[in-house]
């Protein structure tokens, strides 16, 4: 199993999850080109991709969606309402309805060998979910674009041997930052983004024996650092109330608009 993020931020997000037989793209929030080129850099054709899996119907997700379905004709797997809300905003242009692939939280299905699991998150969008992959006895999750988690989204991410996971902003720059505030609250807010503290307190719950690899993304370009949400987010497992320390485990964090370190297991 390989994670690699593509790009990741507030400008643009898409992960590449595979394995040796399948290759699959959660959203596609940046142009067809780089996407292209991403695949390219880990060796992969753009007409490999066997599933385009996408969490909300926000742009940065969503924004070469459109170019990619209609030049490879990608299965696209989202809730219904998500479909819906991409189709009403008029961004992904005309695209093939039967290429839509409705999917339901907390109700697994299949593409390749990669079960795919998706389940609920609290963020501003129709019905947005994160995503778990399973190969055998291999996992990995993607979570970005949470306000807030809960006991069941613990549940639902508990042994993963992979955690690509947001650590979006820090409280005190987005505080003293130059957003209006309707925006800082909305960031803030229950259905915004996860800050660096938080990140770090929801590794704590999640991390095991067997993590392999932690990797942080949907970086606020405005309102962090890489070095700031890698040093908050290790500090926050360290003094965590868990066994482990932030040392125990590899912990990345991925570029805003380049390949990331490339995660296997």
Do not use: W
């Not at 991410?157 to 930052?177: K, S, Y």
């Not at 990797?215 to 890698?230: I, K, Q, R, T, V």
């Not at 290790?234 to 912990?251: C, H, M, Q, V």
């Amino acid at each position: 199993m390989q994670l690699c993020s593509i790009a990741s931020g507030s400008s643009g997000n898409c992960i590449y999850m595979g394995t040796d037989h399948t290759h699959l793209l959660v959203d596609a929030g940046i142009s067809g080109k780089k996407i292209e080129h991403g695949l390219h850099e880990i060796g992969l054709k753009a007409d490999e991709i066997q599933g385009l899996l996408v969490t909300h119907e926000h742009i940065d997700h969503i924004a070469g969606l459109g170019v990619m379905a209609r030049r490879y004709g990608y299965p696209i797997y989202a809730t219904q309402a998500t479909i819906d809300a991409m189709i009403a905003s008029g961004k992904i242009g005309k695209v093939d309805i039967s290429l839509f692939h409705p999917i339901c939280p907390d109700r697994d299905f299949t593409i390749g060998d990669l079960t795919v699991q998706p389940h609920h998150i609290s963020h501003d969008a129709a019905d947005p979910v994160c995503y778990v992959f399973r190969e055998g006895k291999k996992s990995g999750a993607i979570v970005t674009d949470l306000g807030v988690y809960d006991q069941y989204l613990i549940s639902h991410l508990q042994q993963m041997d992979l955690l690509f996971m947001e650590a979006n902003h820090d409280i005190r720059m987005l505080q003293v930052g130059r957003y209006p505030y309707h925006l800082k609250q909305r960031i803030l807010g229950e259905r915004g983004h996860l800050s660096n503290e938080s990140s770090g307190q929801l590794l704590g719950e999640l991390l095991h024996d067997n993590t392999k690899a932690v990797m942080l993304g949907h970086l606020s370009h405005e309102n962090n650092y890489p070095d700031l949400a890698f040093e908050t987010v290790r500090l926050e497992i360290t003094a965590g109330d868990n066994k482990y320390k932030a040392d125990d485990f590899p912990i990345h964090v991925a570029p805003r608009g380049e390949l990331s370190t490339q995660l296997f297991v």
